[in-house]
Each structure stands twice: as structure tokens, then as C-alpha cells.
């Protein structure tokens, strides 16, 4: 087997929000630790932007949608171009794509599985505007070996938080009450947890909806990309009548594995939704903003407490820096459950993804198993990534 050296990264990722490509540059050791040495986020060009929404939307063409795969390469190698400007080539690339649609369902076509993911961001052009290796579509093999091609990040969360102790001044003892029980919890475009524990294998899923509806309404009525601080959540009173109809949504109630994203939670599912709103738009970016809240906290209810306690939520992603989402959150979870940053662990919030997708195409490129099948449900462990040569 080959031995493993520390191999300098750059990760590329867009995600449900397509706010911005974040690229960092990441040092990825061979105990699976990553230092971030520098991140950015690169914007995409007004118009390629808009051309991905509209793919969001199913709203364009297969000839757009094939132009739209190598524009959006372009743009990545952009992004990766700015640091190799600054630091020098990586050993390789490692990109997550940007995902314009994802199918983890078992529908069949002539008993043939229709289960599938789609990201776009062409590796061929990455790798040539770069001269980098690239390793990309991580996402497709554990669809094919049965599974839902998502949560990926619990691989690099069960490397970073498993075994971690309370009192770090002295030893885990033979009993293990003195590891911590995590909930890794990231609010994205969509919300998604994982658990690491000492008392069961790792497992995660997607709670539901995390800034997805906010940010459409905020646009719809505010005219603002984002609720920045949750200010106008805070300016505005949670409808419990409204708040109750949409927690009824039957994704809520599904058994984890499970995934979902802007395939379900469609601006036709939000424009849905509005018709039994309440009248003042403030109102509704309150109540949104709270069901993303309370969608993680029943999560954490039906299916992660009857398998294991949890002493610690970490949070990250976007939602991290709306305080209002926060407070509700606190007020919803377990008093006894403290929550934290990715920060207070040495991980970046704004480049964990990156970050983990940085360690994904380490294991790729040292053939190391990258899934977790109890998180995304496939049949085997195996080793996810397409490599492109230069």
C-alpha cells in the first residue's frame, strides 16, 4: 500500500445557495487532519449566475444546460487560478461541482433505476485552464452502489470530532461517559446533521429546509440576497398557526438515510406555501426562520435521541450567522445540549465544506474509502471521485 504524505489541496465547492464558488487551499495530512491555509469566495459572473437558477427552476434548454457545464468549469478554474496566482500550483484540485439537480429516489424506468445526481462545472476544463489534476463528481458512485450520493460531509466529520473528550485534562475512562456525543449540524441551503459518537456508528441526513425559503422570500419581498444577522426575522412575529402547517410537510417524517434540496423545496413549493401566509412579509421571514429551527430540533427528537444522547451541537454554514435563527434554535433544543462553532474546534465555518471536500479527493487519490454507507445508505464503503489528468 502506498504510503501517505501530507498533499496540498485546492477544493472547490458551490452550494444549494450558489452565493459564491469557495475555493480553499488546504493542507490535508495523513491522519486525515486539514489546515485551511487560505479561502475565498469568488463570485460568479452576474449572468452565469442567473443561468444556474434558471436551471433550478428547470428552465432551460439541454443545449444551456450542456454550454452552461463548461462555463461553469471555467469559473471554478477562476476561482482555483486566483490562489495558484498566489501560492503556487497544488498537487491537485479537488472539486465538488455545483448541483443543478439530484433524484435520490428509487423510481424505475424498464426495472432500471432512475436514482441520480447532477453537477456541473466540466473537470476537463478546471484541469486545463489550471494545469491541475482535478478529482471531481464524488457524488454518483454511491448512488450506484445504492446509495443517496449524500450526506458526504460525515466522512470528514467522523474523522474530525470521533473521540473527542470532556474534561481534556484528563483520560477518557473504560466506560466512555467522559466522550463527547456530537451533533454536527451545518445550515446550509439545506440543513443536514451528523452524529459522532462513542456509542454507535456514525450517521447523518438532512433535516429539511435551512435557508432556502428565508432567502427566496427575503428576495420575493425585501429585495436583499439574504436575512444578514436574521434582522428582519427579528423584526417580525413567528405565525404558530402557519408554523404548524408547514411542520406537517411529510419529508419531516421520513425514516433517515435521507436527502432532499431545490428539487423539492422548489420556488413552486414556496409560492405554495405563501398562499396561507400571513399578511406581513416580516411575519413570514419569522415564521421561516423558525421552522428551519424547529425542523432540526424534531429531527434530533424522532431520530437521533432514541439511538443516542447528545452533549454538544456544532454548527456551521450559513445559518450559523443569522442570530435570530440561532435563538431559536436554543430555545428548541434541549437546554442540556451545548451548542457550539466549528470555530471553537480549529475548522473554519465559512470553508468547512471546502474542507471536507479537500480530504474527500485526498482519499480518492490514495484509493482510501470516502462514504459512509450508514449515512448515505448505499451497500458498500468504496472510493468516490473521478480523477482528470492535466
Known sequence: ???????????????????????????????MSVKLIQGINHPYPEHIR???????????????????????????????????G???KPDFISSHGQTVYHYPFDEKLDNISLKSTLQIGESSVIAK???CMVISNFREKDIAYGGQGAPLVCFADEKWFRGKYKNQNSYPDESNNNFINFAIQNIGGISNVTVV??????????????NIMIDYCVQKFFGQKYDKDGEIAASGKICESWLDCLLQDEYYYIEPPKTTGREYFSPKYIENILKTSPSD???????????????????????????????????????????????????????????????????SNNFKEVM?????????????????????????????GKITTA
Do not use: W
Open 281 to 347: 412579509p416580516k411575519d413570514i421571514i419569522a415564521t421561516l426562520t423558525a421552522l428551519t429551527a424547529k425542523t432540526i430540533a424534531q429531527a434530533y427528537d424522532r431520530f437521533i435521541y432514541p439511538s443516542v444522547s447528545i452533549d454538544t451541537a456544532v454548527i456551521g454554514g450559513g445559518g450559523a450567522y443569522n442570530k435570530t435563527l440561532m435563538k431559536y434554535l436554543r430555545q428548541y433544543l434541549p437546554k442540556r445540549i451545548e451548542l457550539k462553532t466549528h470555530e471553537d474546534y480549529g475548522i
Open 197 to 210: 459518537s462513542k456509542d454507535c456508528d456514525t450517521f447523518g441526513f438532512d433535516t429539511g429546509c435551512g
Open 86 to 88: 498566489e501560492f503556487g
Open 129 to 131: 485552464e489550471t494545469g
Open 50 to 84: 442567473a443561468k444556474i437558477f434558471s436551471a433550478f427552476r428547470d428552465d432551460i434548454s439541454l443545449k444551456e444546460l450542456c454550454q452552461l457545464n463548461f462555463a461553469v468549469g471555467k469559473c471554478f478554474a477562476d476561482a482555483a487560478n486566483i490562489l495558484i
Open 1 to 31: 500500500m502506498e504510503e501517505k504524505e501530507s498533499k496540498k489541496v485546492i477544493a472547490l465547492m458551490s452550494g444549494t445557495s450558489c452565493d459564491s464558488i469557495d475555493a480553499g487551499l488546504c493542507e490535508v495530512m495523513p491522519d
Open 356 to 384: 471536507a471536500f479537500a480530504l474527500l479527493g485526498y482519499c480518492t487519490f490514495y484509493g482510501i474509502s470516502n462514504n459512509l454507507p450508514c449515512c448515505t445508505g448505499a451497500d458498500k464503503r468504496t472510493v468516490l
